[in-house]
């Protein structure tokens, strides 16, 4: 019987207590563009986020592992031939069970985990964990795996193991994505591209501070309503659509869901082919538009705080940002500017009873 305990948090070097120990580390991400048209194979623009998730290992002796986690301040260990606890042991579990599918002999383990990615807020620590610690026994066990293949083995594990029925996005993002370009991803050829943001333009990334409820169940009926769409389409994937009127003609709700679809398709792919920062912001207040009217997954807190972004000067457009029903949106905004918007919207918000945060930009971290 494995449990996952509540420890004192441990700084690595505490948790290993004089051992060697390798490290490695990944980003969160910030979708600016193409929300939920990855599971439609379609095209999306995420940027990674300065925080970050590292991953500590150290081979051990005795058979077994031992997870610690400084951030959430809890620790599960377990048998070599047990199933890791429920929690974030499965995230790590799900990595190692995959590469040993691939035939890499895993050795017992010790594993620490610390963060600066806020967790459940949209910037996808799941997946900066999972690549992080791919990245870690890519390293320790010196395993050939390219940063594509890497992110399928890390999308995986949260299917898999965390049970939850991801996208390829969140990886893709954590594992080759960087700070200063947009990751160009088109979700069925899993081709990137590096893109520079517009000239003269940064993003302000807040969190509602509404959790994200009811997430998975819509989730998975967002995903339904796309394939029943794409196949009375008679296409592969909404990816796949050509004509809008043939959307146009689907019965409702799922001609709203194929319409936001289609046309964040063609968002992505406009804002890619290069735009200034003024027509990048209006796609992006667009996007919003129809996540909010078509796609239907908002929520009033993040209506609010896209329009109060919108509102001030030298901000271009903004938009929820990740899967919705609560979490983070983004804005982009004129260079310089998004420290003194972002905290003045932050403030203004939550004086109305709100309990937003701002996740970027960051002093704490930049
Ligand atoms: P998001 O990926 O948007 O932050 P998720 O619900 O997908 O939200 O993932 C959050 C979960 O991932 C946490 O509940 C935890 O199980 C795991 N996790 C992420 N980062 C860490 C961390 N630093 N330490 C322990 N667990 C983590
Ligand atoms: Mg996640």
């Avoid at 420890?7 to 290993?16: C, G």
């Avoid at 991400?29 to 940027?47: A, K, S």
């Avoid at 990886?171 to 160009?184: H, N, Y």
Wanted: overall charge negative.
């Amino acid at each position: 019987m494995t449990a996952t305990l509540t420890r004192p948090p441990m700084s690595a070097a505490e948790f290993f207590a004089g051992r060697s120990f390798i490290q490695a580390s990944a980003p969160g991400r910030v979708n600016l563009l193409g929300e939920h048209t990855d599971y439609n194979d379609g095209f999306m623009l995420p940027i990674a986020t300065p925080q970050r998730t590292t991953v500590s290992m150290a081979v051990v002796s005795a058979p077994g592992y031992r997870f610690h986690s400084a951030t959430l301040g809890s620790e599960a260990a377990f048998g070599a031939g047990e199933d890791a606890p429920s929690g974030f042991a499965r995230y790590i579990f799900g990595c190692i069970r995959l590469l040993e599918a691939r035939g890499v002999a895993v050795p017992p383990l010790q594993v620490h985990v610390d963060s600066n990615v806020p967790l459940g807020t949209g910037l996808s620590s799941s997946a900066a964990l999972e690549v992080a610690t791919l990245r870690a026994l890519r390293r320790l066990l010196a395993v050939e795996l390219d940063d594509v293949a890497l992110a399928l083995l890390a999308q995986q594990a949260e299917i898999a193991y965390a049970g939850v029925n991801c996208g390829v996005m969140d990886q893709m993002a954590s594992s080759l994505a960087d700070e200063v370009s947009m990751l160009f991803l088109d979700a069925r050829t899993l081709a990137t591209k590096l893109l520079p943001l517009p000239d003269a333009a940064e993003i302000i990334v807040i969190d509602s501070g509404v959790a994200r409820k009811l997430e998975t169940s819509k989730y998975n009926e967002r995903r339904a309503e796309c394939e029943r769409a794409a196949s009375m389409l008679g296409v592969p994937a909404l990816r796949d659509v050509a004509d809008i009127k043939a959307v146009e003609a689907l019965p409702e709700p799922i001609r709203q869901r194929a319409r936001h679809v289609v046309t964040e398709n063609w968002r992505v792919l406009e804002a890619a082919g290069g735009v200034d920062a003024a027509r990048f912001g209006q796609l992006m207040s667009a996007s919003h538009a129809s996540l909010r009217d078509d796609y239907q997954v908002s929520v009033n807190a993040l209506d609010t705080l896209v329009d109060m972004l919108c509102a001030e000067d030298g901000v271009h457009g903004a938009r929820l940002t990740g899967a919705g029903f609560g979490g983070a949106c983004v804005a982009l905004c004129r260079k310089g500017s998004a420290a003194a918007i972002g905290g003045k919207v932050v403030e203004r918000f939550n004086a109305g009873g709100g309990s937003a945060g701002l996740l970027l930009p960051n002093s704490a971290i930049q």
